[in-house]
């Protein structure tokens, strides 16, 4: 077993071998590498990031010159027909190797006499990092290093690439300070790594620092280099700064005066940030500036564009570029072809949908998990609970693994449609195949549970939660608040509530509406009052709901002053009221026959652009029953727009 830091990995057993050229060895390992404690070279403190991109004229030092690493030794790879040589040359370049064959040949290379150079290991380490086995990687190197084996230049820089790709950038730097020590110098591959792995670990701040050093070092980043910043600049929200990152590269203004062209995979990375930050006009002109550069779109360029017009509801522009990406040769992948499924679902469209799932298997591209999961959603969302269940059995055939969110998408469709036992089947389907169930998959059921009216399985389901070290979050206990008030157990909810307080848990406005509207229908409308005051003190702020509730207790009590004062509070504190608290107010002042005031709230409807629904039609139609004079009644009512907004 290798471990490193803090973190275990997974140890390599290597079984018997046998090989085509006789060679066969048992080899059982176990290893445990100690790891020193590193310090992290960059410090999060410092002036903004766009100030990092301000360079002065001036001369910059030269490159550093890297040791040269001689090729592999012509022992080894000049006979294509030895195992061993044809694997480094020709398997290990192309990537074209399994990791049990990599297991197999290190193996191999750690028991041959003499040892073969270290660019042959290099190789092969080069290779399981392809393979994004970094762990491993790490352990082979430690090997290596066991077995007396002197890394060289490119060792290191591949030892840290792992590291890096693992978030344990801290690491990585003092591998740097090992390639130092050793009399190298640091090119942009390396520095490049680095920068990378601080933007995976969002330590964005640091890799634009480390992005300006290596600049006054002499080392001229490359478009890999640009392109790594870059998109940790677009993930963490800086967006502005990574397209003037993107301007020093083509004018050259980095320091050095090196005009670095950029790429498809820097277009690709400013396009899709710019339209998730909302910079359409500013994606579509790069867009623009790449195909006049010469620079082809790929398919992640056509995807991102798609995605973000669609997100934007810009269908027809979506649909354009969709048939340019077809017309150049580029051929949508799975991920182009969620992003249809997605959207086509998000707007009713399941079946068209899963006419599009029909097209990609024709295609002989693979859906994944999250095709299935969004088909289905949108199948379930449409009422077609049946058609989803036969994707997901679909899913199964196509050799697609079910995760949870398949079952939490099924158990969601069921529980809307008040069929709980098949909700409840595919729970425990789920946990016989061993899938861990998620905080979502609680909540829709519990929630399911008690909407049927089935407050003891709820109870019972809450406590297996434990069971699966899975803690309740705001929303579980909001649902079980609610359930609990609207089942007549009023008591139970308050308890709940009150022992969560204690405990330290703050409530949220949503637990606090669900107490509200049970207190009130159980007429404790003092208690709602009190809980109603206390809001400021536990800095919650009331919404619409929270004044819906108590506006409605309140006009059940018969007390309509008082409700048509919290409706001008709410007013005055910016928390617009909708028709169903309007309507509450007016029911209230047709059965006091107090027509005057009904007319009174109708107008301020109209006058705020809320359109009357089939509640507010039953009022007027109960008001102009009870009056004799209805014809007089019928000239003071509001004509409302058409266009008003609808019931909140």
């Not at 995605?307 to 040769?329: P, S, Y």
């Not at 709901?545 to 004062?565: D, S």
Request: glycine residues 8%; aromatic residues 8%.
């Amino acid at each position: 077993m290798c471990q490193i830091g803090s973190s275990r990995i997974s140890g390599i057993w290597f079984s018997k071998i046998s090989l085509s050229m006789g060679f066969r060895m048992q080899h059982n390992l176990t290893l445990i590498v100690s790891q020193a404690s590193y310090s992290t070279a960059a410090s999060a403190n410092g002036n903004k990031l766009s100030s990092l991109f301000a360079y002065q004229n001036g001369s910059a030092s030269s490159n550093p010159t890297s040791t040269s690493v001689n090729p592999v030794s012509n022992s080894y790879v000049q006979d294509n027909e030895a195992p061993l040589g044809k694997f480094l040359k020709i398997s290990c370049k192309s990537g074209n190797i399994t990791f049990f064959e990599a297991q197999q040949f290190f193996d191999l290379m750690l028991q041959l006499q003499p040892a073969p150079p270290i660019s042959a290991f290099n190789l092969m380490l080069g290779a399981v990092v392809k393979l994004k086995h970094y762990y491993d990687a790490i352990c082979f190197y430690k090997r290596m290093d066991l077995s007396g084996l002197s890394p060289d230049y490119i060792s290191l820089n591949i030892l840290m690439n792992c590291y890096c790709n693992l978030s344990w950038t801290s690491v990585g730097f003092s591998v740097l300070g090992l390639i130092l020590k050793k009399g190298y110098k640091g090119d942009t591959v390396t520095y490049t790594s680095l920068v990378k792995g601080l933007c995976l670990e969002a330590k964005i701040v640091e890799a634009a620092r480390l992005f300006k050093k290596m600049i006054k070092l002499g080392c001229c980043p490359s478009v890999v280099t640009y392109g790594t910043l870059m998109k940790g600049l677009c993930q963490s929200g800086n967006m502005s700064v990574a397209v003037q990152l993107h301007e020093q590269m083509m004018t050259g203004q980095d320091g050095l005066g090196e005009v670095i062209k950029p790429n498809v995979v820097c277009y690709g990375t400013l396009i899709d940030g710019l339209f998730k930050d909302g910079h359409i006009d500013k994606a579509k002109d790069l867009f623009l500036e790449m195909k006049g550069r010469g620079i082809s779109p790929d398919v992640v360029v056509y995807t991102s564009l798609i995605d973000g017009l669609c997100n934007l509801r810009m269908w027809k522009e979506a649909k354009v570029l969709f048939n340019e990406m077809m017309d150049q040769g580029v051929r949508p992948n799975v991920v182009t072809f969620n992003v249809l499924i997605n959207e086509l679902c998000k707007e009713g469209k399941a079946i068209e949908a899963k006419g599009l799932l029909e097209v990609m298997v024709e295609r002989g591209l693979l859906p994944d998990a999250f095709t299935y999961n969004t088909l289905m959603d949108g199948l379930c969302l449409g009422g077609r609970i049946d058609d989803a269940v036969n994707i997901f059995e679909l899913m199964a055939r196509n050799g697609c693994d079910y995760d949870v969110v398949s079952y939490n998408v099924l158990m969601n469709g069921y529980c809307r449609s008040g069929k709980i036992d098949e909700a409840m089947n595919f729970y425990r389907d789920m946990t016989s195949r061993g899938i861990q169930p998620s905080i979502i998959t609680f909540n829709t059921l519990l929630k399911g549970l008690l909407h049927c009216g089935r407050v003891g399985d709820a109870r019972t389901l809450f406590n297996k939660m434990q069971f699966f070290d899975i803690k309740p979050d705001s929303y579980t206990y909001s649902i079980l608040m609610d359930g609990l008030c609207k089942n007549n157990s009023i008591q139970e909810a308050l308890e709940l509530f009150h022992s969560l307080e204690s405990s330290g848990w703050k409530a949220n406005i949503t637990s606090v509406n669900c107490i509200m509207f049970g207190l009130c229908k159980v007429g404790k409308l003092e208690n709602a009052k009190h809980l109603f005051s206390r809001l400021s003190h536990v800095g919650l702020k009331p919404d619409a709901i929270t004044y819906t509730a108590l506006i409605h207790g309140l006009c059940r009590e018969g007390k309509l002053e008082e409700a048509n004062k919290l409706l001008l509070e709410m007013e005055h504190k910016g928390c617009a009221p909708t028709v169903i608290i309007f309507n509450k107010l007016m029911h209230g002042y047709c059965e006091n026959n107090e027509s005057a005031k009904v007319i009174e709230l109708l107008q301020k409807m109209n006058n705020r652009g809320l359109s009357p629904d089939a509640g507010t039609a039953s009022v007027v139609l109960n008001l102009l029953a009870k009056e004799e004079s209805y014809h007089k009644l019928l000239s003071l009512l509001p004509n409302f727009s058409l266009q008003g907004k609808s019931a909140g």
